[in-house]
């Protein structure tokens, strides 16, 4: 079996980290799976490109010109009937633009198209529209959580005997209680913080969907009891400047450290006591994983895929989004409770060693490929 992933990268984040997971572990299984990346010009993203090298995933680079591009569809069909796939398989709403047309144009029988989130653009008519018309000519679509197929059925019009739900897959290894110390120890010592100083936690993009404002105001509630806590922010985005503006109008810029975006952000994670997610919305936040592998407890909203992911009262704590101060209250009883964030860092790896397993993930995305393969291809 040989399949075509198509993505548009712009960075590594959660989809594209989660397909290079998923790439490698197809591969491993015997599926024949390709990359082809959608690059945008003077943005090559040579990081993805390294990791998927790394991993031994073959992959090309098309140039994206912007959302109307009708060079690349050429180039992409070419590309496809190089590889000759039995699949071709997108990711993220410029592969699904692009990629269906190019795949039917180069001939191939199936396309299937992965559904990573709920971004609020796809409410928007036009993208609305064009899904509408993607769905029925579509083979097959996955959904990453019940509540993205749920978006994807209620918003987009996709027919719910097309959808499959595959949760992400974490790649995972047991951190003894020795290497956990030591990363503690090593980021307190960067930051020039005592040993034992309480470390709050948040990684991922500054964006509005992320609710960093309000982990700063929580953190600001919080400071008369909890006076040596800090906050670490490691990311990037258009909202640093305005953020780190809050941060000294709160008068917590001395408990906050700027980061910013961190090859090693995953390491510096082991560091923490509690990971902050107060998301506004998440597809599926791989982020929540990431934390379960490293034993760190999460606090995160009540929103989209979040509370599949996270069992409340026994993973970490759910709190309502926008809830200030049930994110301050959260954070004080974990604070407070040291046995507490060590049995939830626990029950957190055993979740993810039973529910969200890269083996798992693999399996289910293999025998949706094969259930598609066995059927009359549609009309196009």
């Not at 097309?162 to 003894?176: A, C, T």
Request: aromatic share 6%; charged share 25%.
């Amino acid at each position: 079996m040989r399949v075509a992933h198509i993505i548009k990268v712009t960075r590594i984040s959660g989809a594209e980290r989660h397909l290079l997971i998923l790439l490698d572990g197809l591969r491993a299984a015997g599926v024949d799976a390709r990359l082809i990346m959608l690059t945008e010009p003077g943005k090559p993203m040579q990081e993805m490109a390294a990791a998927a090298q790394e991993r031994a995933i073959p992959w090309t680079r098309l140039t994206i010109r912007g959302d109307y591009d009708a060079p690349l569809l050429w180039s992409l069909r070419r590309e496809l009937r190089a590889i000759a796939p039995d699949i071709a398989h997108t990711h993220l709403i410029h592969a699904d633009m692009y990629g269906y047309t190019a795949a039917k144009l180069a001939r191939v029988s199936k396309v299937i198209s992965s559904r990573h989130n709920d971004d609020q653009f796809r409410y928007r008519p036009r993208w609305r529209r064009l899904n509408r018309q993607l769905w029925k000519r579509l083979d097959a679509g996955i959904a990453i959580s019940a509540a993205v197929a749920g978006f994807a059925e209620a918003v987009e019009g996709a027919p719910r005997d097309k959808l499959h739900i595959v949760p992400y897959g974490m790649e995972y290894r047991w951190l003894s209680d020795e290497a956990i110390e030591r990363a503690r120890h090593r980021l307190r010592a960067e930051l020039g913080l005592p040993p034992d100083t309480p470390l709050l936690g948040m990684v991922c993009r500054l964006v509005q969907q992320k609710g960093l404002p309000y982990s700063l105001e929580a953190l600001r509630r919080i400071q008369s009891d909890f006076p040596a806590a800090r906050l670490v922010i490691i990311g990037d985005g258009e909202q640093a400047g305005e953020l780190r503006q809050l941060a000294a109008a709160l008068g917590v810029e001395e408990r906050v450290y700027w980061l910013g975006w961190r090859d090693d952000a995953a390491e510096l994670m082991t560091a923490l006591d509690v990971l902050l997610v107060p998301s506004l919305w998440e597809g599926f936040g791989l982020v929540v994983l990431e934390a379960m592998a490293r034993r760190v407890p999460v606090i995160a909203s009540r929103v989209s895929a979040l509370p599949e992911v996270l069992v409340h009262g026994e993973t970490g704590l759910l709190i309502e989004p926008r809830d200030v101060d049930g994110l301050a209250q959260a954070i004080a009883r974990l604070l407070s409770d040291r046995a507490l964030r060590k049995y939830m860092g626990l029950l957190g790896t055993a979740r993810l060693e039973e529910h969200f397993s890269v083996g798992r993930m693999v399996k289910a995305t293999i025998t949706v490929y094969q259930s598609v393969l066995a059927r009359p291809s549609l009309p196009r």
